[in-house]
């Protein structure tokens, strides 16, 4: 495909705003934006300056079907738009490849476009978007996970290359599967630091201070994972079998609300089965 293709983007959110800009650097047109009726979208198209702008509530649709298509809206909005989309210029779509970039959903849910001739996959940023990346350079380096139907893959694979990142393609129906997993080392991660910051705060430390205390402990426990296989990372009383110790820490999580121990008990459990 050659460089300046003409993109849609349905939803201009973190993600959303994040690819034009990345689509845009790479040198591709940013065509058409489509949204809601909001302030945040009707700002972002006017920032962006697209010669289309549509309503997704609006009765009919003016737009031209672009080479690509991304849906970056809520996950649970994907298949309204879907079958809104399918209703539109329902003869023109085998030109155009469709993709979206959630994580735990499959391109399956984007069949009603791929039964008129798009190509179809499911291209997702492993990373945490708190707000849009502006520049190549923000994002490079980190991994995509694509699946879809060969043309859809083989496109991504194409313009994550583009962006400088790396991808790693998975079957369809373990992409819950892969997500339940980055989401235990991104906001799981910070729900358990949580706990551990609070049992600090419990212990009469200051948040401020807690948390000064806990990031070389953190920094170096990654620094082992990064360099160690996870049984040689694993230190502390379930390594080393101290069930001493182990039992005096439960019987102090017993003093707080019941997910301190549960949290603490599940992932013991599972140092058991690492530790060397
Ligand atoms: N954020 C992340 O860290 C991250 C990382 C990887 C992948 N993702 C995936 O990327 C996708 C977008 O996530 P996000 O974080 O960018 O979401 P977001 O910041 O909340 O943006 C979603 C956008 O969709 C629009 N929208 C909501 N409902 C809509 C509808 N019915 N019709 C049209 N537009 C609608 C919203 O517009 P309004 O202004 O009207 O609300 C907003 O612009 C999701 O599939 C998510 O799983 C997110």
Same mark, same amino acid.
């Given at each position: 495909? +050659?460089?300046?293709?003409?993109?849609?983007?349905?939803?201009?959110? #973190?993600?959303? $705003?994040?690819? &034009?800009?990345?689509?845009?650097? !790479?040198?591709?047109?940013?065509? =058409?934006?489509?949204? #809601? $009726?909001?302030?945040?979208? !009707?700002?972002?198209?006017?920032?962006?300056?697209?010669? *289309?702008?549509?309503?997704?509530?609006?009765?009919?649709?003016?737009?031209?079907?672009?080479?690509?298509?991304?849906?970056? =809206?809520?996950?649970?909005?994907?298949?309204?738009?879907?079958?809104?989309?399918? =209703?539109?210029?329902?003869?023109?779509?085998?030109?155009?490849?469709?993709?979206?970039?959630?994580?735990?959903?499959? +391109?399956?849910?984007?069949?009603?476009?791929?039964?008129?001739?798009?190509?179809?996959?499911?291209?997702?940023?492993?990373?945490?978007?708190?707000?849009?990346?502006?520049?190549?350079?923000?994002?490079?380096?980190?991994?995509?996970?694509?699946?879809?139907?060969?043309?859809?893959?083989?496109?991504?694979?194409?313009?994550?290359?583009? =962006?400088?990142?790396?991808?790693?393609?998975?079957?369809? $129906?373990?992409?819950?599967? *892969?997500? &339940?997993?980055?989401?235990?080392?991104?906001?799981?991660?910070?729900?358990?630091?949580?706990?551990?910051?609070?049992?600090?705060?419990?212990?009469?430390?200051?948040?401020?201070? &807690?948390?000064?205390?806990?990031?070389?402990?953190?920094? %170096?426990?990654?620094?082992?994972?990064?360099?160690?296989?996870?049984?040689?990372?694993?230190?502390?009383?379930?390594? #080393?079998?101290?069930?001493?110790?182990? $039992?005096?820490?439960?019987?102090?999580?017993?003093?707080?609300?019941?997910?301190?121990?549960?949290?603490?008990?599940?992932? %013991? #459990?599972?140092?058991?089965?690492?530790?060397?």
């Amino acid at each position: 495909m +050659s460089k300046s293709l003409c993109v849609a983007i349905v939803g201009l959110g #973190r993600v959303g $705003n994040t690819l &034009a800009f990345l689509l845009k650097e !790479i040198g591709y047109h940013i065509e =058409t934006v489509i949204g #809601r $009726n909001s302030q945040q979208t !009707i700002k972002a198209f006017e920032a962006w300056q697209t010669d *289309y702008f549509t309503l997704t509530s609006e009765p009919s649709w003016n737009f031209p079907l672009p080479d690509l298509l991304f849906i970056t =809206t809520p996950d649970n909005v994907i298949s309204n738009i879907v079958s809104r989309l399918a =209703t539109y210029k329902t003869d023109l779509w085998q030109k155009t490849i469709v993709f979206h970039c959630a994580g735990a959903l499959s +391109s399956q849910i984007l069949l009603p476009l791929a039964k008129l001739g798009a190509s179809v996959g499911s291209i997702h940023p492993l990373k945490s978007f708190a707000l849009p990346i502006k520049s190549i350079t923000e994002i490079e380096g980190i991994y995509w996970c694509i699946e879809g139907d060969e043309r859809a893959k083989t496109f991504a694979e194409h313009l994550v290359k583009l =962006t400088k990142g790396k991808s790693v393609a998975i079957e369809p $129906n373990k992409k819950a599967l *892969y997500h &339940a997993a980055a989401v235990m080392s991104c906001g799981h991660l910070v729900a358990l630091l949580d706990l551990s910051l609070k049992m600090l705060i419990e212990c009469g430390i200051s948040q401020e201070q &807690a948390k000064e205390m806990l990031l070389p402990l953190i920094e %170096g426990t990654i620094k082992n994972f990064a360099t160690k296989t996870p049984s040689q990372a694993l230190t502390g009383p379930f390594a #080393r079998e101290d069930y001493q110790t182990v $039992n005096q820490h439960l019987q102090a999580l017993k003093k707080l609300p019941e997910d301190y121990l549960t949290v603490y008990s599940l992932l %013991g #459990r599972h140092s058991l089965a690492i530790k060397p």
